[in-house]
C-alpha cells in the first residue's frame, strides 16, 4: 500500500502501516489459540537444549518442562485451584517461571506485586489467598504483616540459590544478593522451603490438571505507581501470546542462536514477563536471567555476559553512557538489536544513545518502544524507515489495528491531528480489578471492536508511524497543549551549551482547576548555572511552554526505573503550597 492510494481518513480502516510488513512475513504470523505451555512446547528446540542460564548453571528446557509440572501439583497440595489467586513475591528466578507454566496447568493465576509491604500485604488480602511464595529473605516483620494483615497462613520461601551456584556470582553480584537480607529472616511454624514445598506435591494423589481454557486470568501484576494510583492488570494465556507470536522475529539471527539478558527487573511486570522472557524463549534464544544486580552495575553484566539482546530501559542507558568502568575502546557488537522502552527518550536522548552505540562499533539503529501492561506490553514495532526521533514509537503491529481519538471520545480523528492514542487486536488485557476502571479503559466502538484507551496523546502520520508525546492530555491557562516530549526535543534541538539533560515535570494549577504549569528539570555540566542558559531555553520555547522555573539536579532520578516525575511533581507542590501560605 502506497500514501497515494485512497486514503479514507481513518487509519483504523486504511492500516496504512502494512506495507512495512512482507507478504512472507505476514504468512508466519498468527494467533496461536494455545496455551503458554503448548506454544513453548511447539517452539522448543530440543528437550536437551539450554533454556536459561542463571548464575553459572544451565537450565535445559527438559528440566523447564518437569519441574513446571512438579511445581503445579505443588500448589494443588498447598490448596490452590481453578480461579484462585497465588500471590508471588519473587525476584526474576527460574522458579518464576515454573510457577507460572504451573499456574497455567491447575486454572489458576500469578498475582504479582512490587510496590510497599502495606500495598502487597493488601493485594494477598484481596486475593482471598491462604499462602504466598517469596525469596527466603522475607523479614519476620514483613511476615507478620501478611499474617496479621490478611488471610494468609502460610509462606513458601525460595532461596535465590536453589538454582545456580554463588561461588559463580563476580563479588558485585553476591554484595547485591547480600543486601536483600533483613537481620532477622521469616521463621515459625508458617513458614515452608521451597523444598518442602515441591516435597509435598510429590506426594499429591489428586486431579492436577484443569479444564484448558486460554481466556481465563493468569497473570496479574501491578503498574509501577510511576504516573499514578497502581492498578491490577489482568491478562490471560491468549492475551500474552496475542503479543509475543507478532513478534517472535525480533533479535534474532540466521547463523547462531542468540542470547538475551535480563537485569535486575521484576517479574511483576507485563513487559518483563511477557516480551523479556516468554518472547526469547519461544523464539529460541538462550535466556541469561540476572536478577540480583544493582542497577548500577548493569555495565559490568553487559560486559560479563556480553549478550547479543538486552532490554536497555532508560535507566539502564544512563547507567552506560556515564559509566567510567567500559573502556573506550570496549566492542559492542555483540548487540543485534537496541532500543529503549519503558518510557519516552527525547531526542538528545535518542542522539546521545545512538552516538554511544557507534562509537562502541555496534552499528544498529537505536530504536524507542511503546507499550504499556494494559496492551499485553508492546503497542508497536520500530518497522518505518524514519528517524527515530520527535517521540517516533514505531508503527501498530500487524494482527491489530491503531489510531487516533479525540480525548474523552470514541471520535476518530485523521492523520497528523492530536489526540489520544488507542488500539484494538490481540493483546489488550482482560481489565483490571475495577470494573469501573476496565469500562473507562476498555470501550466497545461503533465498528464493535474493543479499543484500549492508552491515556496517552500523539498523532499518526499517513504512513501509519505513530508518534507519542506525553501522557495525558494537559492544558495551560491562556491556551496551549503542554505536550511534554515536543517541549523537550525543543531544547534537546536547540543545542544549548552547558545542559547535558533535561526534562519537564507538569503539575496542577492550583489557581485554575483543569490546567497545568510546566517545569523544567536540568542536568548542567560543570560551571554552568540555570542563569546561564534560562534565556536560550525560553527562546526556544512557545511562550505557554515556557517554564514556571528552571531546577537543576546533578542527575535525572528514577522510580521505579521510569525518571521520578510524579515524586518531584508531589515536591513542588508541597514547596508550592507552602509559599502560598506564607
Known sequence: MSTEQNLTGKPSIDRPWMKYYPDMMLKMISLPECTIMEYLKQHCPGQDVVAMHYYGEDITWKTVFEQSEKTARALKALGFGVGDQIPVFLRLVPEFIFLLLGAEKIGASLLCRDNTIEENVEAAKKADAKAIIAQDFLSQKELNAFLNGSGVEKAVLLSPTHYGDRNAMPSHIQACLDSCYPSKCACGSAVMSWEEFIAQGERYTGEVDAPIDIDRPLFRAYTSGSTGPSKQVIHSANTMLGIICQMNFYGGAEDFRPSW?????????????????????????LLILDPFCYDTDVDLELMRYKANNWPIIP??????????????????????????????????QMKRAQKYLRDHNCNVRFTTGYGCSEAGSNLTLPMA???????????????????IFKPGTQEELTYNQLGEICKTGPGNMLGYDNPK??????????????????????????????YSLGRGDAKRYGGGELAILPMENRIADAEIKGIDDEFFVLIEDDEHKGYFIPYLYVVLTEGVTVEDIRSQVNECLDPHMQPADIIALEERPFFHFKTNRLGLARELKAERNGSLAV
Open 315 to 348: 535507566r539502564f542507558m544512563e547507567v552506560i553512557l556515564r559509566s567510567s568502568r567500559i573502556p573506550e575502546d570496549y566492542d559492542l557488537s555483540h548487540l543485534l538489536a537496541a532500543g529503549a522502552g519503558c518510557e519516552a527518550f527525547n531526542n538528545s
Open 385 to 403: 524507515p524514519k528517524p527515530i526521533l520527535n517521540g517516533n514509537v514505531g508503527v501498530a503491529m500487524p494482527l491489530g489495528a491503531m489510531s
Open 437 to 466: 476502571a476496565t469500562a473507562k479503559t476498555l470501550q466497545v466502538h461503533e465498528d464493535g471492536n474493543t479499543w484500549l484507551h492508552t491515556g496517552d496523546i500523539g498523532y499518526m502520520d499517513e504512513d501509519g508511524v505513530i
Open 261 to 285: 539478558m535480563v537485569t535486575c527487573l521484576p517479574p511483576a511486570l507485563v513487559a518483563v514477563i511477557v516480551s523479556m522472557v516468554l518472547l526469547p524463549m519461544s523464539s529460541n534464544k
